[in-house]
């Protein structure tokens, strides 16, 4: 069965230091990857994907995510991270079978001043 | 920037009540969704339509929900006698048909549902 994981439940970082959240998939075809932010009683904003070609995707706010193929991981990163970035984070895959959008239980991310 | 539109953004009601929420997408996207979302959790996938045509529904939804979108444009969701249990933010999110399913899917702010 299809699914995704965020390992972890929250992250903790310093302002102005290099942030991870962490997501890894299972899934039988090809995986189209995204990343998510949610602010409080807010909705889903989109961050970046990977569909295909350079495994290290650009996203906006200066996010980044690395896919890697044989660790099944799609890691979203910053080098330095802002107050402004806490937020719920959320790891989704896109099968190419079916029009669903499978995804991850999310990651709190609070940046400490 | 015109975004993904829903109302009302929330909504309390007592249950055994029938609620209807609203949608309006993007206006060239073709591809509409509903999810629910509970508090610390993703969003699970309620149904999906392409144009006018519902073309999937989770098997979470049961016969309470119904969804149209019956121009293609906008989105109602229905619930009939509601229970406790339906307490959640419904969130609305469309997208482009691209090729396979590479369309990120833009989202509204959802509407928060609390039966009492």
């Known amino acids: 069965a299809q699914s995704v994981a965020q390992p972890e439940d929250q992250v903790n970082v310093a302002e102005g230091n290099p942030l991870t959240v962490k997501c890894t998939y299972s899934v039988s075809g090809n995986p189209y990857l995204f990343w998510y932010v949610q602010y409080p009683n807010r909705g889903l904003q989109f961050l970046l994907k990977y569909i295909t070609g350079d495994n290290l995707v650009k996203g906006s706010y200066g996010f980044e995510a690395e896919f890697n193929k044989s660790q099944t991981s799609f890691h979203l990163k910053k080098p330095s991270a802002l107050v402004s970035d806490s937020a719920l984070y959320f790891c989704?895959?896109?099968?190419?079978?079916?029009?669903?959008?499978?995804w991850g239980a999310g990651t709190k991310l609070i940046i400490k001043p | 920037d015109t975004g993904v539109s829903q109302d009302p953004r929330h909504k309390i009601t007592k249950r055994g009540q029938n609620v209807t929420f609203r949608c309006d997408p993007i206006s060239e996207h073709n591809r509409l969704y509903w999810y629910r979302q509970t508090l610390g959790q993703g969003p699970e996938f309620l149904t999906y339509f392409q144009n006018e045509a519902q073309l999937e529904k989770s098997r979470l939804l049961s016969d309470r929900f119904s969804a149209e979108r019956p121009k293609g444009s906008f989105s109602t969701l229905e619930i009939q006698r509601t229970e406790q249990g339906d307490s959640a933010m419904y969130l609305c999110a469309s997208s482009l048909t691209g090729t396979g399913n590479n369309q990120p899917q833009h989202f509204g702010d959802g509407t928060r549902l609390s039966i009492l």
């Open positions: 989704a895959v896109y099968m190419d079978s079916n029009y669903q959008l499978i």
